[in-house]
């Protein structure tokens, strides 16, 4: 079951999953300049970010002026408005007369069926006509509670535009409405329809990989072990993108980056809270990537943020990934924050990382 997805004009934000979200703050990273000189901070920077570059500033800055209420005062559904670092980049955008590369996708939507029902999908289909294409099962961020297929527009709209391959980004259920492990067992279904579906949607099911952002990258990690520990059709690459890999909030990076924006120690304890059903589930390895059984894991990109809570655990699922003999690609970005993977209109970071992505997927599927 499908439904064509509605267009909106560039430069205007979709809140509703079924949009297409032609919209979001950076497409493919090589189909537009990096216009990084518009781009300039509004203030001193910040105490937690001695190191951030004027462009990853000048993001924060936008997103500060907005005067939101800190999500850890808010109720999920409320946090869900929030101005996010999309809607900065945005806004940042058109006040710099940055244009909106040209789609190079096409995009629908796709019903999947989960245990309870069923979770929507959008379907990301290069314009090159070809009749058979690499598959890529995306996982957005969001602390498994707040943000959209929209709001990492995005990150999968230039993994399809630069891969070369069809793109699935899974609207997962979130939390606190669906606890631990929802999320999880909801990204291993569209992984599993992935593999049966994937001929329907010029997809090739034995060239198929997994990508994902944040909570995203979490969920990537666990279905690849979920495949493994259920004798499924194992993904040919996985890309963590400054995953959480733990439940530890106590390391060096959550301390020296507790106040970091847009993610900070505050909001990601919220997620914890939001998500799992008690603290015990901290412990759970899909949770814990960083204690779990990572052994014929497939070959993995990890990238992360210099200026994260997360960075930590990035590098110690890297080094507990190389020990348990997988292949790994690890790469810190200086200078920018959580979330700058998608901000490839606008940050050389962005575009830097999207190629290290995009190189490993395509080598993974043979390209």
């Not at 709001?151 to 979130?174: F, H, K, N, P, W």
């Not at 059903?277 to 779990?292: E, F, H, M, T, Y």
């Not at 110690?316 to 190389?322: F, G, I, N, T």
Request: proline share 7%; glycine share 6%; aromatic share 8%.
């Amino acid at each position: 079951m499908s439904s064509c997805e509605s267009k909106r004009p560039m430069g205007t934000e979709s809140v509703s999953r079924e949009g297409a979200a032609d919209t979001t703050a950076t497409t493919t990273a090589d189909s537009a300049e990096i216009v990084e000189a518009g781009l300039t901070p509004t203030g001193p920077k910040p105490v937690w970010a001695d190191e951030i570059t004027g462009p990853m500033q000048a993001i924060t800055d936008k997103l500060a002026s907005y005067n939101a209420k800190p999500i850890p005062q808010l109720t999920a559904k409320e946090a869900r408005q929030n101005p996010t670092p999309t809607t900065a980049v945005m806004d940042l955008m058109k006040e710099n007369n940055i244009p909106m590369p040209a789609s190079k996708v096409d995009t629908v939507g796709k019903k999947i069926p989960v245990t309870g029902g069923q979770i929507h999908a959008r379907v990301y289909t290069p314009k090159t006509g070809k009749a058979s294409y690499p598959v890529i099962v995306y996982y957005h961020g969001g602390g498994w509670v707040i943000a959209d297929l929209d709001t990492y527009d995005a990150s999968a709209r230039g993994l399809a535009e630069q891969t070369d391959a069809v793109v699935i980004s899974v609207a997962y259920r979130q939390a606190p409405e669906n606890k631990f492990p929802t999320a999880h067992n909801d990204s291993f279904a569209a992984y599993k329809w992935a593999l049966q579906n994937a001929a329907s949607i010029k997809g090739d099911p034995k060239r198929i990989a997994l990508v994902g952002e944040s909570a995203g990258g979490n969920l990537a990690a666990a279905v690849s072990m979920m495949a493994r520990d259920q004798k499924v059709q194992m993904p040919l690459h996985q890309v963590l993108v400054y995953p959480i890999a733990g439940y530890a909030t106590n390391t060096e990076s959550y301390q020296k980056y507790a106040a970091a924006k847009p993610l900070d120690k505050p909001l990601m304890e919220w997620f914890f809270k939001q998500y799992l059903r008690s603290p015990a589930d901290g412990k759970n390895p899909w949770i814990n990537l960083v204690g779990a059984d990572l052994k014929n894991l497939p070959p993995t990109t990890i990238i992360n943020a210099q200026l994260d809570p997360l960075q930590t655990e990035g590098e110690q699922l890297a080094e507990k990934l190389e020990t348990a003999g997988v292949d790994v690609d690890h790469k810190l970005y200086k200078g920018v924050t959580h979330e700058f993977f998608g901000m490839a209109t606008v940050l050389s970071e962005a575009k830097e990382a999207q190629k290290l992505a995009v190189r490993n997927l395509k080598s993974a599927f043979g390209m």
